[in-house]
């Protein structure tokens, strides 16, 4: 059963709830470095139970009923007060938001001031159909000195996260709302009550909130796009690996002539929240377009000026391209040639199609080239120009690979790789 917590705003400083609704509260699996600390009322709070200690989010029916469930999660584009906090069931392609709250439990104020006070959430890394999210607070002089809560992410298909960058803030009244680095999904991020300073001293009007943003996103296992650029003229450089090209701009589609030369780039990302190895990058050209020989360049981290391939089957068997680790990035480019194999007069699209093999499942995407030929009492182009080229690919070929590199991040973008 899904259990919910909701922001009572009406709430004195210090003070007992009178006649609040509280939403009822189910144990979850939060914890501490004392390895489960006191709940408290705020009847006990006010008649001074802790005396001179400081603790954390100890109060059993608090602004948000149990403070022991600390950390929850909503829909981001839901502006209600309600926020799940033990289980969500997510959508694919949605981004939620993860609240983790903050309440020095100590009725003295500035008395007893919370020292470097940081806030960190852990963030799974894995592909599955739920995942934990934990939220850790923290403070030096606070009995105990390390709490935790959790809330758990499912759908009803694999998925991952995805923590979206810049998107952690720390809110409450004095500040309003202000950014946190993303150490806060790492090492963990200072909070404070006037500033970032890691202080924060007890009662109501000096809590907050600490929220960061995920993305859901579906184990699809790579990304490929495909583009394609004219190729004015290029020259082999025999002193250098590689090739010169004419124009530098990429795109979804290029017209040229017959005998013209194009250039393929076929953009490889990993989505998986995992190493992939032994990627498979396939081309399959249509039957007016020729593949030029010692034109496959493969880019990459390790490649950042690019490397040249020579085995020549990037359009047959295709080419191991190597591991890559989650986000890992490679751009493979070859030049075709515009060919006259029994082309049909007036206008035609040529359509390439490059596909990306991990684990046994394809990926694919297409880039199209424009042509015509000119014959005798050429015919009026149809309003829909005929297509040529495969309308499936098949699964790439499992052969010995050109080059095999284990990628970090390598940041670049495809249409304006040089």
């Excluded at 890394?125 to 995942?131: F, K, L, M, Q």
Aim: hydrophobic residues 35%.
């Amino acid at each position: 059963m899904n259990k919910v917590y909701k922001t009572i705003l009406s709430v004195a400083a210090c003070a007992i709830v009178a006649g609040a609704t509280v939403a009822p509260q189910y144990v979850n699996a939060w914890g501490d470095s004392m390895h489960g600390r006191p709940s408290y009322t705020l009847e006990q709070i006010d008649a001074g139970v802790l005396g001179d200690t400081i603790t954390f989010n100890s109060i059993s029916n608090g602004k948000i009923g149990n403070e022991k469930n600390f950390v929850g999660a909503k829909l981001t584009s839901d502006t209600g007060t309600i926020w799940n906090a033990n289980e969500i069931k997510v959508a694919m392609d949605e981004t939620y938001t993860i609240r983790l709250y903050v309440h020095n439990n100590s009725p003295k104020g500035m008395d007893r001031i919370a020292e470097n006070v940081t806030a960190s959430f852990s963030l799974p890394t894995s592909v599955a159909t739920e995942h934990t999210i934990v939220g850790y607070l923290d403070s030096s002089n606070a009995t105990p000195t390390k709490y935790w809560d959790e809330v758990k992410l499912t759908a009803d298909q694999d998925f991952y996260i995805e923590y979206i960058d810049g998107s952690a803030k720390y809110s409450n009244a004095k500040m309003g709302t202000v950014s946190l680095p993303n150490e806060v999904i790492t090492s963990g991020a200072l909070l404070g009550y006037d500033k970032l300073d890691g202080k924060i001293p007890g009662c109501y009007q000096y809590d907050g909130a600490v929220t960061i943003q995920v993305k859901i996103h579906p184990s699809v296992s790579s990304k490929v796009s495909k583009t394609v650029r004219n190729v004015t003229e290029y020259t082999m450089d025999t002193g250098k690996t590689g090739y010169t090209a004419g124009d530098n701009n990429f795109a979804e589609t290029t017209d040229a002539k017959i005998g013209e030369f194009v250039e393929f780039q076929i953009e490889y990302r990993n989505l998986l929240a995992e190493t992939a190895k032994n990627v498979m990058i396939r081309d399959v050209l249509p039957k007016n377009m020729e593949y030029v020989e010692n034109t496959t360049m493969l880019y990459n981290s390790n490649y950042q000026q690019g490397v040249l391939l020579n085995d020549n089957t990037v359009t047959t068997t295709g080419i191991n391209i190597g591991d890559y680790t989650t986000n890992g990035l490679a751009y493979v480019r070859f030049v075709a040639k515009v060919v006259d194999k029994e082309l049909g007069c007036g206008a035609t699209v040529l359509v390439n199609w490059a596909s990306a093999t991990v684990n046994g499942k394809v990926v694919k995407d297409d880039a199209r080239v424009n042509t015509s030929k000119t014959c005798e009492d050429t015919p009026t182009p149809p309003e829909d120009l005929p297509i040529t080229g495969p309308t499936e690919v098949a699964g790439a070929a499992l052969g010995a690979g050109a080059v095999t590199t284990a990628l970090g991040y390598f940041i670049a973008s495809r249409k304006k790789l040089m």
